[in-house]
């Protein structure tokens, strides 16, 4: 039941915005698939700056898509932004391009659970991330202000860095 509880989807379709998260990374990688980490590095809090320990990039095993595959999931995922139509054009003029895919499941008390997944600047990724609003009214669609609002924070914080 906790696993249940921590998904997103429609019946017995259920996703953790983790496991999104990592599709839309794996997707902006070309197809590498690797496993998640939630640190790099663990460092003393010390002047001295000594590591404790690091945390390396470790690659999945398993079949990949191919290239063109790839290449098609990625300008179909573009084109849910760019295009008028897409579900996701309210993120076209957020300051670096995404890709990436939106999703409703409805709840049996009327609601729905919203998210928007992508990666992001969709031409050179840096980013994936996924945002979901659980138990929402429909129609109410934060999750692209949310989606939005970090994306150009990320991108002022980067130009800032530069």
């Given at each position: 039941?906790?696993?249940?509880?921590?998904?997103?989807?429609?019946?017995?379709?259920?996703?953790?915005?983790?496991?999104?998260?990592?599709?839309?990374?794996?997707?902006?990688?070309?197809?590498?698939?690797?496993?998640?980490?939630?640190?790099t590095e663990i460092d003393y809090n010390q002047p001295s700056g000594v590591t404790l320990t690091t945390f390396p990039k470790q690659?999945?095993?398993?079949?990949?898509?191919?290239?063109?595959?790839?290449?098609?999931?990625?300008?179909?995922?573009?084109?849910?932004?760019?295009?008028?139509?897409?579900?996701?054009?309210?993120?076209?003029?957020?300051?670096?391009?995404?890709?990436?895919?939106?999703?409703?499941?409805?709840?049996?008390?009327?609601?729905?659970?919203?998210?928007?997944?992508?990666?992001?600047?969709?031409?050179?990724?840096?980013?994936?991330?996924?945002?979901?609003?659980?138990?929402?009214?429909?129609?109410?669609?934060?999750?692209?202000?949310?989606?939005?609002?970090?994306?150009?924070?990320?991108?002022?914080?980067?130009?800032?860095?530069?």
């Amino acid at each position: 039941n906790a696993i249940a509880q921590t998904a997103i989807g429609q019946l017995d379709v259920k996703l953790t915005p983790l496991a999104v998260a990592n599709m839309m990374a794996t997707i902006s990688r070309g197809g590498m698939k690797r496993s998640v980490r939630t640190a790099t590095e663990i460092d003393y809090n010390q002047p001295s700056g000594v590591t404790l320990t690091t945390f390396p990039k470790q690659t999945l095993k398993g079949d990949q898509l191919d290239s063109y595959t790839i290449m098609r999931i990625r300008e179909l995922l573009r084109g849910v932004v760019e295009n008028e139509k897409g579900t996701g054009h309210r993120l076209a003029d957020a300051l670096y391009p995404i890709a990436g895919k939106s999703g409703t499941a409805e709840t049996d008390q009327g609601h729905t659970n919203e998210w928007f997944a992508g990666y992001f600047p969709a031409d050179n990724p840096k980013y994936a991330m996924v945002v979901v609003d659980l138990d929402q009214h429909p129609g109410d669609h934060k999750t692209y202000e949310i989606y939005k609002d970090i994306v150009d924070q990320l991108y002022q914080n980067d130009q800032q860095t530069q």
